[in-house]
């Protein structure tokens, strides 16, 4: 609803940027914990999770994501969600790995799509093998949508009885290959969804704005972070994941939206 409590979701690395990117991008556990804790304090209660090995390079391994969780449980209170995306390429079995630790939430990404000039690759016995890993742990997925088709294809999994809510549903708009970061798109994704599901946009690079006061102006959440963008305006680099979760939280406030903390968020999205 247009008044409830907005979760906001910070993505604090990803997987496709580097050092060279943005300096300040956190890459060690010690830095991505610290950049989470960080988000949290401005008004995020979700964090998506990738993580990077000792070279900086993105990496599914448990070990490291069993260290990172430790260490922002240890900096926070916050609903930890994993990538089970990886980056693109990355195979299967690789994807699913952390998906044992038991994270609250881990991501499904709903179909294949041109990632720039990469392929990411989710052919239906890809997303249905991740499906069950996640719900084997117990764990709310999020359902990753990359282009229109791949509501039609949650909307078809559910008749066929192959996916079951309870699950949240982000948009990831404006990435090269996918639907654009327009708002009259993010209307059209939205009234494919069921009635009172719960949804958040991500959008990408220099829609991420725009999207995020409209989704926020719909009763949708938010999802921002130096994943989906490092620009906090054109041309100027943001200074932290936090100062982009800070201005969410300041625009929110103007449209009477609450910040959801951490156990809203939970009642929300109905995760234990
Ligand atoms: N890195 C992208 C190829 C997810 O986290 O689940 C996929 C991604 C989605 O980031
Ligand atoms: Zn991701």
Redesign the pocket.
Request: proline letters at 5%; zero cysteines; aromatic letters at 10%.
């Given at each position: 609803m247009a008044n409830d409590p907005l979760i906001i979701t910070c993505?604090v690395t990803?997987?496709?940027l580097s050092k060279t990117d943005h300096p300040d991008l956190p890459v060690t556990p010690d830095e991505i914990a610290l950049s989470a804790a960080h988000a949290v304090e401005a008004g995020a209660s979700i964090i998506?999770l990738?993580v990077r090995d000792e070279k900086g390079m993105?990496t599914q391994r448990k070990d490291v994501f069993a260290s990172v969780t430790r260490k922002i449980r240890k900096a926070c209170n916050c609903i930890i969600q994993y990538?089970?995306?990886?980056?693109?390429g990355t195979p299967l079995q690789d994807r699913i790995a952390p998906v044992s630790l038991k994270p609250d939430m881990a991501?499904?990404?709903m179909g294949t799509v041109n990632?720039g000039a990469?392929i990411?690759e989710n052919s239906e016995n890809t997303i249905l093998s991740v499906y069950k890993e996640i719900r084997k742990y117990e764990c709310m997925p999020e359902l990753?949508i990359f282009d229109v088709g791949m509501i039609d294809t949650v909307n078809r999994f559910l008749v066929k009885g192959l996916l079951a809510e309870p699950f949240h549903v982000n948009f990831?708009m404006g990435v090269p290959g996918g639907i654009a970061g327009e708002a009259k798109r993010l209307l059209m994704l939205k009234d494919i969804l069921k009635p009172g599901q719960t949804w958040t946009v991500s959008g990408i690079g220099k829609c991420q704005l725009n999207l995020a006061t409209h989704a926020m102006a719909l009763g949708g959440h938010v999802r921002v972070g130096f994943?989906d963008n490092i620009y906090y305006r054109k041309g100027e680099l943001a200074v932290s994941n936090a100062q982009f979760v800070e201005r969410i939280a300041r625009i929110a406030k103007e449209l009477d939206r609450n910040i959801a903390t951490v156990k809203d968020t939970r009642n929300i999205l109905g995760i234990q």
């Open positions: 993505a990803g997987a496709e998506h990738h993105p990538s089970t995306g990886g980056a693109a991501t499904l990404s990632f990469d990411f990753e990831v994943e």
